[in-house]
Nanobody, 121 residues
């Protein structure tokens, strides 16, 4: 599956932003879709993921209650709604696809190109 992430930008603390990840290729609905982020000088971090039908959704503790992941299998798209953004959320955000539920980047075999989110204080 080919992934194309979009929606990043420059926002202020407390603002909201929605990222989208459009997929093409192998059957999107069979993939577990994850969101990761990587801040400058830091390792790539799992943000959250959503299982095929959207029944199971997982979030990192750092974003729980502020970020919401959803997917529209008819549109082959997964979303990351980010509310109450903080400067610590500044990072390049990546979407990724896996056949397995995992928080580990190594489990994902397809990655989007990343979209930059910058949150100013």
């Amino acid at each position: 599956v080919q992934l194309q992430a979009s929606g990043g930008g420059l926002v202020r603390t407390g603002d909201s932003l929605r990222l989208s990840c459009a997929a093409s290729g192998r059957t999107f609905s069979s993939d577990y879709m994850g969101w990761f982020r990587q801040a400058p000088g830091k390792e790539r971090e799992f943000v959250g993921g959503i299982w095929r039908t959207g029944v199971y959704i997982y979030y990192a503790d750092s974003v729980k209650g502020r970020f919401t992941i959803s997917r529209d299998n008819a549109k082959n798209t997964v979303y990351l709604q980010m509310d109450s953004l903080e400067p610590e959320d500044t990072a390049v955000y990546y979407c990724a696809a896996s056949k397995f539920i995992s928080k580990s980047a190594g489990a994902y075999d397809r990655w989007g190109q990343g979209t930059l989110v910058t949150v100013s204080s």
